[in-house]
């Protein structure tokens, strides 16, 4: 048994587009013949490949031969690279030589809110100057983007987690510090005091509002409960954007945990105050698939170099 190339990729496009009508217009097919090839895989592998939702999803058979197509993809553009090969060079899939509709190998990442919103971007900039690749990106916590890389939803991922996931190398990226700040506004409408300097968290803060990012967001509850306070009392506002959720701290709605580079310029002006707790470290990791890739290597090499700029 053997896994067809073209059918893999083909389903692999229907994935990554969410539907097969899409998949069509992105491989320049008609529906009913993406249809098909998927259905012929399907019969050749003896599997159910995906899940006909919208959007459509892989089922964990069609998840390994996704992993395949974006591998082989990978290493076709690595090979490609070593032949000294530019856009002018490559055939479009239906054979026209010469032509100039070369598609940029996309390189899916998954990471955390909070490095995508401070220093992730920059370097995954410097590596699209220089190289023909596209970013399709997954948000999700640190704590769980370990999952889509197992899944093969992804190439790479920043993680939390240390232990390399099977199939893949793993190097630290550095710590991101977080700490409970909140407005002096907030803190003397809460605790009758104009300023806190305590060394850890106020018994009043487990009755006063604090910003969650979402329902996995586990800092403002950890931190409490490290302090002996009750973390269920706490009424929250969730704010699901990292940018969003450090402004509406700034603004008062509520208490939280900033990464030290989102909130130091508003320490500094007295515009933010530390309420006091020993500060959180999550230290960060890169974790992608072992594969001898000079364009993954790229990539994780541009990020190890910001990290180590942002994070220390």
Wanted: aromatic share 6%.
């Amino acid at each position: 048994m053997h896994i067809p190339l073209d059918l893999a990729r083909t389903l692999a496009a229907v994935i990554d587009e969410g539907t097969f009508d899409a998949a069509a217009r992105r491989l320049r097919l008609t529906p009913s013949a993406v249809s098909q090839r998927v259905k012929t895989l399907e019969q050749q592998l003896g599997r159910v490949l995906v899940v006909r939702s919208k959007p459509a999803r892989a089922t964990g058979a069609g998840a390994a031969v996704v992993r395949l197509a974006r591998q082989l993809a990978l290493l076709e553009h690595d090979a490609l690279a070593e032949f000294g090969l530019d856009a002018d060079d490559v055939a479009t899939a239906d054979g026209e030589a010469g032509a100039t509709a070369f598609r940029p190998v996309p390189i899916p990442l998954a990471v955390n809110a909070d490095s995508l919103a401070t220093w992730f971007l920059p370097a995954l900039a410097r590596v699209a100057e220089t190289h023909p690749v596209v970013f399709d990106l997954h948000r999700d916590d640190q704590d769980f983007t370990a999952g889509l890389l197992e899944s093969g939803t992804v190439m790479g991922a920043v993680t939390s987690q240390a232990t390399p996931v099977a199939g893949c190398l793993v190097r630290p990226l550095g710590v991101m510090r977080y700490e409970a700040v909140a407005t002096p506004g907030f803190v003397g409408r809460w605790s009758d005091r104009a300023r806190h300097e305590a060394s850890a968290l106020p018994d009043w803060i487990a009755r006063a509002p604090l910003v969650d990012f979402d329902r996995r967001d586990h800092l403002q509850h950890d931190a409490l409960r490290a302090a002996g306070l009750d973390p269920e009392r706490a009424p929250r506002h969730y704010v699901p954007a990292s940018n969003d959720f450090a402004n509406a701290v700034k603004l008062g709605l509520g208490w939280g945990m900033l990464p030290e580079f989102q909130s130091a310029a508003e320490l500094d002006r007295g515009e933010l105050v530390r309420l006091g707790g020993a500060p959180v470290d999550v230290p960060l990791h890169w974790q992608q698939w072992n594969l001898s890739s000079p364009l993954l290597d790229a990539v994780a090499d541009a990020l190890a170099v910001e990290a180590r700029r942002a994070l220390g």
